[in-house]
């Protein structure tokens, strides 16, 4: 695949999108009494009259659907109903005998309304054929796909013959709906598979949107996206979903329910096998906030899941958070979209932890002096502190209420004093806006060459400087210490290092699918004139398991080369691994 075309793609709308509406809506919807995944189970509709007559008398349309994605400043709406839990239903005409189809084109309805809004449509595929026969109800008809295909040896309910069922479904979509922006796709694991789908699509129409949940370690070559779904994650803080995956920034999205269950069910029950995973611990609305901020702050995009009923309409408690969200985003929103996330490869400050148990992210705008530091776990008292990474700040702000924000800089550290916390309580997250002077306080890339003890030829250590997060040095030896050395071209004070590794493992051990994190732990920095005598340590101790950029500071000291050392890393492994090394100067 061209990757002009893709970075073309990507960038046509994708990328910068940050928040898509995910909804699931097809011939399971309704109330439920049963348990939906016990062995009483029967759909709530088990034939397309009655699915569309149901939809007609609760009053659908699609302005339901489109009004709630502009409230939430959602960019692209994803319309899950051909999938393996909702009656693999299509929910426009259809030529293609296989499973269900409606007479009524919802699709176009939607995807008209959809466009006169600015908004994307994104179908889902799903790649299972698990439930050709399922709750008492043959979804999958073989015999009809059979005849269409004139080949008695294809098995629409096996996995091959799925497979040549789903593609000629997308491609009849492709050839009727134009305005179709993208397919994100389920369960296409099998790796040679997939890319021969996903090329296939793309010789068809190579500005679709190809976005594929997936749980490998990256994308195969004309995947766009990677989706990562909220299943099996463990993630620390809670709400940090981007601490429960092994994937760097960019071109990602994360997938989750909001409230209750993917698709609309009723208010669950308590004999429900998922009632306590979906229905008896809700997350509040600060805390959805909270997630999304977080995926804002990977440079990903929240997909939203929203379970709506069969007339359109969402349930109360996702009106709830739609409002919130709405109010949240009137002062918000220019710290989440047209952002990156900060301490990613693209400049900005640290994310994670900071003082006294603080936690948050951080957003920039790209090629400018404005960020976001946004507060997402207070500090004891009120001051907030983290390191300035060598920006010289010139003013802070409290975003939502434009208040100015007593501050300081000092020894490499940016101080804040916040009158008030509340707003982290009340709606999730408090961003501060910051205003940076033009250039920074770091040493030119070119201006320094890098050496490790060990390098892989693929991993030179030269890497570290090159500005790309997604190259990285990488040692060939693994047995600890290691080290990474900064030589200048002439001596100058130093003050720090702003550290970026890459992000190849979850946080915290125990997550599904999720290696383990092999950041640096124990290091210890040193400094030399001659490059063979060497200081006491100027800084050591331990580096957080946590994503993004970390810093160390230490006093400023004169030297020609600076050396980082590490002792070991959080996965007991001797990976010793650097995407981004910059070299501070002192204020």
Known sequence: ??????????????????????????????????????PDFRYKYEDTVSFERAAEQAGWHAGRWIGTAKRLRAKYLTIASFHCELGYLKIWPSRVPGSPCTKRDYLRELIDAADAEGIKIVVYINRDAKNAFHAGVQWLDREAYRAYKNDEAVDITSREGYLAYSLDVMEELLRNYPGIAGFWFDGYHDKDESQEVFARLHRIREDLVLINNDFSEGPVEDEDAMALEDFGKVLEPEFDLASGTWVGPGDKEFAFKTKWDWIYLGEGRPHWKYYD?????????????RRIVTVAGNSWNAQLGFGPRIGGDFPELLED????????????????????????????LPPGYWNDGAYGVTTLIPGGETHYVHVLIPPDGSRLELADAGYDVV????????????????????????????????????????????????????LLTASASSELPYRIAAKVLDGERRTFFRSAVGNWPQHLTLELDRSCEVAGLCLTQPETGAVTKGGYAAPAGERIKAYDVRVSDDGANWSEPV?????????????????????????????????????????????????
Request: aromatic content about 8%; overall charge negative; charged content about 20%.
């Open 1 to 38: 695949m061209d990757a002009m075309i893709r970075e073309r793609r990507l960038a046509s709308w994708y990328r910068d999108a940050r928040i898509g509406l995910f909804v699931h809506w097809g011939m399971q919807t309704g109330e439920y009494e049963a348990d939906p995944s016990g």
């Open 321 to 348: 958070f739609t409002a919130h969200f709405d109010r949240f985003m009137a002062w918000a929103e220019e710290s989440v979209h047209g952002t990156v996330g900060g301490g990613h490869g693209q400049g900005g």
């Open 277 to 289: 995973l979906n229905y008896a611990r809700v997350p509040s609305n600060a805390a959805i906030v």
């Open 395 to 446: 003013r802070a702000a409290d975003l939502k209420t434009g208040r100015e924000l007593i501050f300081g800089q000092a020894g490499g550290r940016l101080t804040i004093e916040v009158p008030s916390w509340d707003a982290v309580t009340l709606d999730g997250d408090l961003a501060i806006k910051l205003t940076a002077a033009p250039s920074r306080r770091v040493v030119p890339s070119d």
């Open 539 to 587: 800084a050591s101790g331990e580096l957080r398991n946590q994503r993004g950029m970390q810093v160390i500071s230490f006093e400023p000291v004169v030297a020609s080369y600076v050396r980082l050392t590490a002792h070991g890393n959080y996965a007991d492994t001797g990976t010793f691994q650097i995407s981004l090394v910059e070299l501070i100067v002192p204020e």
